[in-house]
């Protein structure tokens, strides 16, 4: 049957090729027919995305072989469909797998999807000005990060958080000051206001009042708008972030001392850099960011192309997609994180097709389990 099968997209740039060196044990680990399985290469972002899109609406299980980028790419293509994501990481910095508990070796990623457990998780939706909105997975970011990125990306520095350091300490060495707008308001979905929560120091510096939500203009480094905790191989810029919450992590660098910044840049290893008088962590479903010069937002460890760069003025809206996506869980994280009851996370996104289930076969007891080969002809 086709919902048993699996559609590996497999991005061979990932890693320096280390995808394309992994896929043979991948292949192995999973213990497929060739029939259970296909493999289909990318040739670019937007190639991946038709691939999972077709692949998902075939029925078939789609399975992101790469990094984040490949990670957030597919995950709105795969939602849009009512399909089903797994992950078997091989990238850069490989977050959103992290955030998951995925294993980070490509085998015993692999080896753990048939025991998967299908749950779903929030996504992210953000556009530029008012143009068309593009879904992403971990997090948005703009200032010294998103600088960070694309200095890493264009470089051959170290894969993994050595490189993402370097790249971050370049960014900043050569960081120009900003002033950055923070617009939180009630979510533009139709939800219920979330009642901003702000644990820093933001609003007392806000010049604008807050009305329907919480303004903030400042002097600073950075916007993190965040769904998962990590960012930048293993940084928990966002500590407190949860996929399955309905809500975002704002998290905000003020000040202007470059000083300042590398410490709290060294302190995100651990996510202790909350702790610190310049950083400010608000939770809301919606935010629009904007900065006074021209700068790359970034989000899944690529530089957003609707925002390259993100005109002077030119609002960077940001939204919760709640329970947008299924992805193949390890059992021991599914059972970590229940399933939210419904309509406690505000409306999921899109609206899940029921005829749909890429993959996914629900056991007696109502546990979803996956298959990679077909079953025996008898």
Not at 12 to 39: N, S
């Amino acid at each position: 049957m086709q919902r048993d099968r699996l559609c590996l997209v497999v991005n061979p740039a990932a890693g320096r090729g280390r995808c394309t060196r992994a896929l043979p044990a991948v292949l192995g680990a999973l213990g497929t027919r060739p029939a259970g399985v296909r493999v289909c290469q990318t040739t670019s972002l937007h190639h991946a995305e038709r691939t999972a899109a077709e692949a998902a609406r075939q029925g078939e299980a789609v399975v992101a072989v790469g990094g984040d980028g490949l990670v957030g790419s597919l995950a709105g293509a795969v939602a849009g469909e009512g399909g089903l994501l797994g992950i078997i990481p091989v990238g850069r910095g490989n977050d959103f797998a992290r955030m998951l508990g995925i294993p980070f070796r490509p085998a015993d990623a692999a080896a753990a999807l048939p025991a998967g457990t299908g749950r779903a998780v929030d996504l992210i939706g953000v556009r530029a000005g008012d143009g068309p909105e593009q879904v992403v997975a971990g997090s948005v970011y703009l200032g010294v990060p998103s600088e960070g990125g694309e200095i890493a990306n264009g470089s051959r520095m170290p894969t993994g958080p050595v490189g993402y350091q370097l790249a971050g300490m370049r960014a900043l060495l050569g960081w120009r000051p900003a002033t950055f707008t923070v617009d939180i308001r009630a979510d533009d979905t139709g939800a219920e206001d979330t009642g901003a929560e702000n644990t820093g120091a933001e609003g007392g510096g806000a010049e604008d009042g807050a009305g329907g939500g919480a303004t903030g203009r400042f002097p600073g480094f950075c916007v993190v708008v965040a769904n998962s905790a990590y960012l930048a191989a293993g940084k928990e810029a966002a500590p407190a972030a949860d996929l399955c919450d309905g809500l975002l992590d704002v998290i905000t660098v003020r000040g202007d001392r470059k000083l300042s910044f590398a410490r709290a840049m060294l302190m995100a290893g651990r996510g202790t850099h909350v702790r610190l008088d310049e950083v400010s962590t608000q939770r809301a479903a919606s935010v629009t960011v904007t900065a006074d010069r021209p700068m790359p937002a970034g989000a899944d460890g690529e530089t957003l192309p609707c925002a390259s760069p993100l005109a002077a003025g030119s609002p960077l809206r940001i939204r919760a997609l709640p329970g947008a996506l299924r992805v193949i869980a390890p059992a021991h994280w599914a059972a970590q994180h229940p399933q939210p009851s419904p309509g406690t996370a505000g409306r999921a996104w899109p609206p899940r097709k029921e005829s749909t289930k890429a993959g996914l076969d629900d056991s007696s007891a109502g546990v979803p389990t996956i298959r990679t080969s077909p079953p025996p002809s008898t």
